[in-house]
């Protein structure tokens, strides 16, 4: 196992994840929130479905699972990358990338909501107040600013992410199907969802823009595509423990890009409410998870395709998932 090779592969995934909300902002010059979710899915579900044919997976699953793949396509996919869109519309797409951190939190928590674990650890209960003290940071009621439908939007969608993954942890990992074919099908089944909205908006006319065009398209096959190829070889070779520092990566290259590329503003509170959030995101981690799969190689399902299996289910998930 080259560490070198997978630290590489690390950094690139960090940059494709974090660039995401650069991208996001930019194809929303040419393209609604809507139009920008529907073709990133159905780039990235093409990139996928390529994935597992090369690789020779069958694109079945039980069908008692197909319900749960679509739930998973909804909150994990076709909902919060819409609610992205329609947050950046007004948001800088640093901070839709400081807020998406908030996602393995809200994780954790809807875990515990929807009866998924046990109680918290006074560990994990102090990383859920740091964390969102952070996002309280970020906001900064006290100041007299208010959120703005934008950053409620931006909210809301790593909030569904954590809806989604626990589902995902609790319906779909451990079943025995290849992590390549459920991916690929949930973007599939996201794909037809986010169909759906497209007539909702009224269909407005893609303004041509070779930039902004670029950027969605980069968008699906890289961001989306490529990104998950990366993560999903980083958490066989690594562990999920391991590939989850991309987590802590991506709003770093988040608000750098959107300070280097769009000119927007750096602010030393929305700093120290990032420093926060990923603060909290450590501080809820198991620590016998952390300790045993660092640099452990995922479990591997019967036909030798390695599938995602963190020893901490919901906050490893939700920052190894590809669907970012």
């Keep these: 196992m080259n560490h070198r090779t997978s630290h590489l592969r690390l950094g690139v995934l960090a940059l494709l994840w974090g660039a995401s909300f ?32 090369v690789r020779g997976l069958r694109m079945r699953l039980d069908r008692r699972l197909l319900p749960h793949v679509v739930v998973a396509g909804f909150f994990a996919s076709a909902l919060p990358w819409v609610l992205l869109g329609i947050g950046e519309r007004t948001v800088d797409s640093g901070l839709a ?29 102090g990383g859920l107040a740091v964390g969102f003290g952070g996002v309280l940071l970020i906001l900064a009621p006290w100041q007299g600013a208010s959120a703005g439908t934008g950053v409620l939007a931006c909210l809301a969608a790593a909030a569904s992410y954590g809806v989604g993954y626990v589902h995902i942890g609790r319906k779909l990992t451990g079943t025995g199907a290849p992590a390549p074919v459920l991916a690929a099908l949930q973007l599939v089944a996201a794909a037809g969802l986010a169909a759906v909205v497209l007539p909702l908006e009224g269909l407005p006319a893609v303004r041509f823009d070779a930039v902004a065009l670029l950027a969605v398209a980069v968008l699906g096959v890289f961001g989306t595509g490529v990104g998950f190829a990366l993560n999903y070889r980083l958490i066989a070779d690594e562990g999920a423990t391991v590939a989850s520092t991309v987590t802590y990566l991506m709003p770093v290259v988040s608000v750098l890009l959107g300070w280097l590329v769009l000119g927007e503003r750096l602010s030393w509170r929305v700093l120290l409410g990032i420093a926060l959030v990923l603060a909290g995101v450590a501080l809820t981690r ?11 190689p995922a479990d591997r399902v019967p036909d030798g395709a390695p599938r995602v299996a963190p020893a901490h289910p919901y906050t490893d998930l939700a920052t190894n998932h590809p669907m970012k």
């Design 286 to 296: 198991n620590r016998t998870a952390r300790d045993g799969a660092a640099g452990a």
């Design 97 to 125: 990338g400081a807020v998406n951190a908030t996602t393995p939190l809200w994780t954790l928590l809807f875990g515990y909501v929807l009866g998924a674990r046990g109680g918290f650890s006074p560990r994990m209960l």
């Design 22 to 53: 650069l991208l996001i902002k930019l194809a929303l010059t040419a393209m609604s929130p809507a139009q920008v979710a529907f073709t990133r899915i159905a780039l990235g579900a093409a990139v996928l479905v390529a994935l597992c044919a």
